[in-house]
């Protein structure tokens, strides 16, 4: 984006990425159940079943983590996003809205930027109290 507002400094226009096009096809998936992929399977099953893929994915990219195959790896890291995206479409939201609440938190993220803050460190430790709370952390 150029600081003009346009998409670029050259007067172009940006198409769009492949996030995003991913993101528009998970939620096509998850509003036609009717075409037969396994995503549009995954949201038959429901919102548990989503939630649970994510957990696994998630234990695997740890496990991939502290090894050294690079490949398996950043192949559990696509996974656990895919399945993030479809968990993120199944509550509602997309990765839009949490780009924008990671934007909204730009000081808590990297406070050495310069940007004012917007949400206030309280806010974000009152969070943190109550997760730990409801699981007993």
Same mark, same amino acid.
């Given at each position: #984006?150029?600081?003009?507002? $346009? !998409?670029?400094?050259?007067?172009?226009?940006?198409?769009?990425?492949?996030?995003?096009?991913? /993101?528009?096809?998970?939620?096509?998936?998850? =509003?036609?159940? $009717?075409?037969? /992929?396994?995503? $549009? $399977?995954?949201? !038959?099953?429901?919102?548990?079943? #989503?939630?649970?893929? #994510?957990?696994?994915?998630?234990?695997?990219?740890? *496990? %991939? @983590?502290?090894? =050294?195959?690079? %490949?398996?790896? *950043?192949?559990?890291?696509?996974?656990?996003?895919?399945?993030?995206?479809?968990?993120?479409?199944?509550?509602?939201? /997309?990765?839009?809205?949490?780009?924008?609440?990671?934007?909204? !938190?730009?000081? *808590? *993220?990297?406070?050495?930027?310069?940007?004012?803050?917007?949400?206030?460190? @309280?806010? #974000?430790?009152?969070?943190?109290? @109550?997760? +730990?709370?409801?699981? +007993?952390?």
């Amino acid at each position: #984006v150029c600081h003009t507002g $346009s !998409d670029t400094c050259f007067g172009e226009t940006n198409g769009k990425d492949f996030l995003q096009t991913l /993101s528009e096809t998970i939620k096509q998936r998850f =509003d036609d159940r $009717s075409a037969k /992929s396994y995503t $549009s $399977s995954l949201f !038959d099953r429901g919102i548990n079943k #989503v939630a649970q893929k #994510v957990g696994e994915e998630a234990i695997e990219l740890v *496990i %991939e @983590a502290k090894d =050294d195959n690079g %490949e398996l790896f *950043i192949n559990e890291a696509a996974d656990l996003l895919f399945h993030y995206m479809m968990l993120l479409q199944a509550k509602g939201f /997309s990765l839009e809205d949490v780009k924008k609440v990671l934007s909204e !938190d730009i000081d *808590i *993220i990297a406070p050495s930027c310069g940007l004012a803050p917007k949400t206030p460190l @309280a806010n #974000v430790k009152a969070l943190v109290e @109550a997760r +730990n709370e409801y699981f +007993n952390i």
